[in-house]
């Protein structure tokens, strides 16, 4: 069973940092892109970074260019996303995303909130 969870969200001052963290099981996780989306209600959700499964992140979105980088542990089946230099417009609910064939896998997201 394909499972993607996230995790590392929270309250942030602007300026700082967080890294999440999404935990893949149940796939060969080392053969295959990750991407990171955010969503906001009543927006749609927009990608935030890929990375190919050989480890190069392939996407940014132009609003995270230079704040913000995507890695991956193939071992450890986890896929990161560092953000620093939080602003508050980085506030959303961050969800990692897995293509898999035709099929394509979400985890449950996990919240940041950037405010003073």
């Known amino acids: 069973q394909t499972q993607l969870v996230e995790s590392g969200g929270g309250l942030v001052q602007p300026g700082g940092s967080l890294r999440l963290s999404c935990a893949a099981s149940?796939?060969?996780?080392?053969?295959?892109?990750m991407s990171w989306y955010r969503q906001n209600p009543g927006k749609e959700r927009e990608l935030v970074a890929t990375i190919n499964s050989a480890g190069r992140p392939t996407k940014y979105a132009d609003s995270v260019k230079g704040r913000f980088t995507v890695s991956r542990d193939n071992a450890k089946n986890t896929v990161y996303l560092q953000m620093n230099s939080l602003i508050p417009e980085d506030t959303a609910v961050y969800y990692c995303?897995?293509?898999?064939?035709?099929?394509?896998?979400w985890g449950q997201g996990t919240q940041v909130t950037v405010s003073s």
């Open positions: 995303e897995a293509d898999i064939g035709l099929n394509t896998y």
């Open positions: 149940g796939f060969t996780f080392s053969r295959f892109p």
